[in-house]
């Protein structure tokens, strides 16, 4: 399996590249994101065999129809060695559990940190740690997060030979559980770097650093940010999990709700479905910050500036530049690499926006896609929260409620819908305590984390400065 740019020219395969190559690389060098030559297809018979399988093997089979430069049996090893008990904390990994008629919860924050990103991250950690000592090589990796990636990221990465992990999040933007998560690890390979500015700010230095070729090139930079292919491919595995522990036939369907900042989680719903896995509906939800929204419901795609990007109660959410969004696009234009280089970096650079409204590719985007969308809001999670607390017993965190909000927008009689759950409650307690008026659950393992000593570098949105931050630490 070879990897093309979203932005190569039609035809031109001078720059096709293995698994291994993007893994460590992130941002292709003409600014556009991996994605295979092709989505393989899955038939019948193999979602027949697919089945019964444990999470670990389920993983195996899905990857290695990606991966074909790691040898089967180390392949093998790597997915059971991430996809443990002892790790996600139970037998299933990603639980399925039904909420009422027609709507599921899948669990997916049950790892290290509490939140999906774990599901990808840890996979990601030992792939990194795999390759680099195969090939001798360190990596630093350069992160930007709204909340829940660090995290995932620097736990994922702590101790791992050959790997440094600078990550940038914007100052004072995360929850308090969020941020004492990150800065209280003391690893001497894990860099916390408090932007004074949002997400979108942290993610735009991660792009400047990523196209610096030289520099890039000399300290070693990756990235583990959703941009990086393996970290989206390793989403794909639990949309076919969810998918066969809600069927008991090949010939039913599901659809999925997906809680959606930067569209990495629900572009892996779009691969699964390329794939053949049979979805019938891919429902992006987004928050106050709705610019995925407003393009699935309008063809208009406006990236809004850091003072009109909201400060909400699902923060992991407050994203208005959505990097995986070019993934889908490039899909939805026939993999058209200069049309969609016209528009992320020409049209997009320029005027903020593009306008796919008046294009046929466009008007395919839901029946041939599958992709609708809605929005929730404060007052919607608040209610959400209370609703399924008081009718179910079930405490889900903000990001979550957005999900079982739009959800049930876009139910159907007889086709299944998984609200994919993006974290436990206890990391948005203040929000929790609003609706409920009593605190979440808190592991353990999380007792008075607030209280512990922080290790965090607070810096102005400036890649210039992050460059130099990062020479001074690379040694």
Same mark, same amino acid.
């Given at each position: 399996m070879l990897y /093309?740019?979203?932005? @190569?020219?039609?035809?031109?395969?001078?720059?096709?590249?293995?698994?291994? !190559?993007?893994?460590?690389?992130?941002?292709?060098?003409?600014?556009?994101?991996?994605?295979?030559?092709?989505?393989?297809?899955?038939?019948? *018979?193999?979602?027949?065999?697919?089945?019964?399988?444990?999470?670990?093997d389920l993983a195996f089979e899905v990857l290695s129809l990606y991966i074909d430069d790691i040898p089967a049996a180390d392949l093998k090893a790597i997915c059971h060695k991430t996809y443990t008990q002892d790790v996600f904390g139970t037998a299933e990994i990603v639980p399925l559990r039904q909420l009422e008629a027609g709507l599921y919860l899948e669990a997916l924050s049950n790892g290290p940190t509490l939140a999906f990103k774990d599901m990808a991250m840890q996979l990601l950690g030992n792939l990194f740690e795999y390759e680099l000592a195969r090939r001798g090589e360190e990596l630093n990796i350069l992160g930007a997060t709204s909340g829940d990636t660090g995290s995932a990221a620097e736990y994922a990465m702590r101790g791992k030979k050959g790997v440094r992990v600078f990550m940038t999040s914007p100052n004072g933007r995360m929850s308090p559980f969020q941020q004492a998560q990150m800065f209280s690890l003391q690893d001497e390979n894990i860099h916390n770097i408090a932007v004074d500015g949002v997400f979108d700010d942290c993610q735009d230095i991660v792009k400047a650093v990523s196209? =610096?070729?030289?520099?890039?090139?000399?300290?070693?930079?990756?990235? /583990?940010?959703? &941009? $990086?292919?393996?970290?989206? %491919?390793?989403?794909?595995?639990?949309?076919?999990?969810?998918?066969?522990?809600?069927?008991?036939? $090949?010939? !039913?369907?599901?659809?999925?709700?997906?809680?959606s900042g930067n569209f990495g989680n629900v572009c892996a719903g779009h691969v699964a479905r390329s794939m053949g896995l049979p979805i019938d509906r891919l429902v992006v939800a987004t928050n106050e910050n709705d610019v995925l929204d407003? +393009?699935?419901?309008?063809?208009?795609?406006? /990236?809004?500036?850091?003072?009109?990007?909201?400060?909400?109660?699902?923060?992991?959410?407050? &994203?208005?530049?959505?990097?995986?969004? !070019?993934?889908? /696009?490039? =899909?939805?234009?026939?993999? =058209?690499? @200069?049309?969609?280089?016209?528009?992320?970096?020409?049209?997009?650079?320029k005027h903020g926006r593009f306008d796919l409204s008046a294009s046929a590719a +466009?008007?395919?985007?839901?029946?041939?896609?599958?992709?609708?969308?809605?929005?929730?809001?404060? @007052? $919607?999670?608040? *209610?959400? &929260?209370?609703?399924?607390?008081?009718?179910?017993?079930? %405490? &889900?965190?903000?990001?979550?409620a957005d999900g079982v909000k739009v959800a049930r927008e876009h139910l159907q009689a007889g086709v299944p819908m998984i609200v994919l759950e993006t974290a436990l409650p206890i990391k948005f307690a203040e929000t929790i305590e609003e609706a409920l008026g009593q605190s979440p659950t808190r592991p353990a393992k999380f007792e008075g984390i607030e209280a512990l000593p922080k290790r965090v570098k607070v810096m102005p949105a400036d890649a210039a400065l992050i460059k130099r931050y990062i020479a001074e630490n690379v040694h």
């Open positions: /093309v740019s979203t932005r @190569a020219a039609s035809g031109d395969t001078a720059d096709r590249k293995h698994f291994c !190559e993007i893994l460590l690389e992130g941002l292709a060098p003409d600014g556009g994101l991996y994605l295979p030559e092709y989505y393989p297809q899955v038939s019948d *018979a193999m979602l027949t065999k697919w089945r019964g399988l444990a999470y670990a196209n =610096d070729l030289e520099f890039k090139r000399k300290y070693r930079i990756g990235t /583990v940010n959703s &941009i $990086n292919w393996a970290r989206l %491919m390793a989403q794909v595995v639990y949309y076919f999990a969810g998918y066969f522990q809600a069927t008991k036939s $090949n010939s !039913e369907k599901v659809s999925f709700t997906v809680p407003e +393009f699935f419901r309008t063809g208009v795609y406006r /990236v809004r500036s850091s003072a009109d990007t909201h400060e909400t109660s699902s923060p992991s959410m407050d &994203i208005s530049k959505a990097s995986n969004f !070019e993934r889908f /696009v490039f =899909d939805l234009l026939g993999r =058209d690499g @200069a049309q969609t280089k016209a528009l992320f970096h020409d049209q997009l650079g +466009f008007q395919s985007a839901a029946p041939k896609y599958g992709f609708v969308s809605g929005k929730s809001t404060h @007052a $919607n999670r608040l *209610a959400t &929260i209370r609703d399924t607390y008081k009718r179910f017993g079930t %405490m &889900i965190d903000t990001h979550t």
